[in-house]
């Protein structure tokens, strides 16, 4: 299954274009602020595979929870091209990637943290994602691995008040695990979802009217 992954929620701008797991060409850059390069991103990828749009089975890409900015403008830019080309756009969230890209440790729970800043995290606990503020975070019921930016943080302070976790090496989502989201979702693995901004909170940011 040919796919176009686009990501741009969080401290990561990519495109890539995989045939299933194998990864034919990819752009990863690590910046918050490159949102505006990921057309020519997704161009650059499709010219190195040798693809044009229309040889894709579909196009993934993250819905968030993250920047505002960055995920309407993968959205757009997934829709378009989805729209010349007639193939589906599949959406999964940021959690969603980073859980795909590597299974909890035998016997660990896993979450996936996501720094939202002003002292909370996005916490995903099995596919449920809240904003939950760092001094109520719910303890796990058992041993735990944590993904995402703010894994770091999360096993710090679950850790000081006695609980058994791990951080997992999966920061930020990757074309590989955006794409196995992406086909998990088309499977009934992972529930529907529409392909439109997911945010936890209301964007701070807004359209102009």
């Given amino acids: ?14 495109a890539a274009v995989l045939d299933d797991e194998r990864v034919l060409a990819e752009n990863v850059r690590d910046t918050a602020r490159g949102a505006g390069s990921l057309a020519g991103m997704a161009e650059a990828v499709l010219a190195e595979a040798g693809l044009s749009a229309t040889a894709l089975d579909l196009v993934a890409v993250t819905l968030g929870p993250g920047s505002f900015t960055g995920i309407r403008a993968a959205l757009a830019l997934a829709h378009g091209i989805a729209l010349a080309a007639g193939v589906a756009v599949v959406g999964v969230t940021a959690p969603e990637a980073l859980a795909a890209m590597r299974p909890a440790p035998p016997g660990r729970q896993l979450w996936v943290a996501i720094d939202s800043r002003r002292g909370r995290v996005f ?9 939950v503020a760092l001094d109520d975070l719910p303890m796990p019921r058992g041993p735990l691995a944590v993904a995402g930016d703010a894994a770091q943080e999360i096993a710090a302070r679950l850790v000081a008040r006695g609980a058994d976790v791990l951080v997992a090496p999966q920061r930020l989502p990757e074309p590989r695990g955006i794409a196995r989201a992406a086909r998990d979702r088309l499977m009934g693995v992972l529930p529907p979802r529409p392909a439109q901004p997911f945010y936890v909170d209301p964007p701070e940011a807004r359209l102009p009217a």
Avoid at 1 to 14: E, H, N
Avoid at 123 to 131: K, S
């Fill in 1 to 14: 299954m040919l796919a176009l992954t686009l990501d741009a929620a969080l401290a990561r701008v990519s």
């Fill in 123 to 131: 916490l995903d606990r099995g596919g449920d994602t809240l904003a």
